[in-house]
């Protein structure tokens, strides 16, 4: 019933940052927290985990490859996630995906990871790095 739209990619110079955003519509309102993650696909590759945020509680993990450059955060609700990627690098190129992995009751974030652990995607959003 909920659908996930993200927003803000584009092409950016080696070192530069962008901001990419998902948001969520079409649920009902539920008090539970969410598992929320970001992940990304690049031609060629397999679908990588770049983060997991248990909502109201904070991330869940941060993948090796982008520790310490990429930070989540939540918006005013949890209906909203964004991803500050810093010191962008060739290799983050690909399409960065959100994803629930459920909305509306109550779920145990600690062990999700993949993305066959989430129920809910949006369409994708292109980041290219260019050197």
């Known amino acids: 019933q909920v659908q996930l739209v993200e927003s803000g990619g584009g092409s950016v110079q080696a070192g530069g940052s962008l901001r990419l955003s998902c948001s969520a519509s079409g649920y009902t309102y539920s008090s539970y927290s969410v598992c929320m993650g970001w992940f990304r696909q690049a031609p060629g590759k397999e679908r990588e985990t770049v983060v997991v945020?248990?909502?109201?509680?904070?991330?869940?993990y941060y993948g090796d490859s982008v520790k310490g450059r990429f930070t989540i955060s939540q918006g005013d609700s949890k209906s909203t996630v964004f991803l500050q990627m810093n010191s962008l690098k060739p290799d983050d190129t690909a399409m960065y995906y959100c994803?629930?992995?459920?909305?509306?009751?109550?779920?145990?974030?600690?062990?999700?990871?993949?993305?066959?652990?989430?129920?809910?995607w949006g369409q994708g959003t292109q980041v290219t790095v260019s050197s």
């Open positions: 994803a629930a992995r459920e909305w509306g009751s109550y779920t145990d974030c600690s062990n999700a990871r993949g993305a066959a652990d989430f129920r809910y």
């Open positions: 945020i248990y909502t109201g509680s904070g991330p869940t």
